[in-house]
Antibody, heavy 122, light 110 residues
Framework: QVQLQESGPGLVKPSQTLSLTCTVS??????????WSWIRQHPGKGLEWIGY???????YYNPSLKSRVTISVDTSKNQFSLKLSSVTAADTAVYYC??????????????WGQGTLVTVSS | QSALTQPRSVSGSPGQSVTISCTGT?????????VSWYQQHPGKAPKLMIY???KRPSGVPDRFSGSKSGNTASLTISGLQAEDEADYYC??????????FGGGTKLTVL
């Protein structure tokens, strides 16, 4: 059973960079057919896809966040990371990491982390 | 890339059926059979309920079913149970390796 766990600061100051890491256990991040994803949910609001990365390093981002987002992968540690620059209060949200399966068996998010609340405040 | 349109809320009594719609465009819902649905209880991570429009993962009750017509996908829950009360989100592939979620629907079991 694959498990994902987010880690990182719960409080970030405005204009700084939000940094989170997702550790994958129970499976290899180098498995083909999976895109390692970040999704966020503003308080009381819906889900927003931030972007994802393939184990090879190819990245794909939500156009609305593309200028501020960097997703990277460390296959040796079975981890992938999110950096969101120049944050404001509008970036306060629960951030989830998840695996997006994209192969002949289906296209969907199958495993999710528990989510971590990041608050942007001075 | 705009969010897919879902009703903000739906409700039904135990045993009844409800349908939640998810409307997009020909660039997302209408263009691909890669629509998935997620159930989210308060304070919890989303859970996959339907993928590829109408496929059900193992462990998900067959009371949950999905379909698509044109640019609108639908999730139907039959034989409503109290534990079905949750928020539901659709998600579609939108081309060029991008994804888009719906705004979410709150299901109330009366």
């Amino acid at each position: 059973q694959v498990q994902l766990q987010e880690s990182g600061p719960g409080l970030v100051k405005p204009s700084q960079t939000l940094s989170l890491t997702c550790t994958v256990s129970g499976g290899s991040i180098s498995s083909g057919g999976y895109y390692w994803s970040w999704i966020r949910q503003h308080p009381g609001k819906g889900l927003e896809w931030i972007g994802y990365i393939y184990y090879s390093g190819s990245t794909y981002y939500n156009p609305s966040l593309k200028s501020r987002v960097t997703i990277s992968v460390d296959t040796s540690k079975n981890q992938f990371s999110l950096k969101l620059s120049s944050v404001t209060a509008a970036d306060t949200a629960v951030y989830y990491c998840a695996s997006y399966r994209a192969d002949p068996t289906g296209f969907h998010f199958d495993y999710w982390g528990q989510g971590t609340l990041v608050t942007v405040s001075s | 890339q705009s969010a897919l349109t879902q009703p903000r809320s739906v409700s039904g009594s135990p045993g009844q059926s409800v349908t939640i719609s998810c409307t997009g465009t020909s660039s997302d819902v209408g263009g691909y059979n890669y629509v998935s649905w997620y159930q989210q209880h308060p304070g919890k991570a989303p859970k996959l309920m339907i993928y590829d429009v109408s496929k059900r993962p193992s462990g998900v009750p067959d009371r949950f079913s999905g379909s698509k017509s044109g640019n609108t996908a639908s999730l139907t829950i039959s034989g409503l149970q109290a534990e079905d009360e949750a928020d539901y989100y659709c998600c579609s592939y939108a081309g060029s390796y991008s994804l888009v979620f719906g705004g979410g629907t709150k299901l109330t079991v009366l």
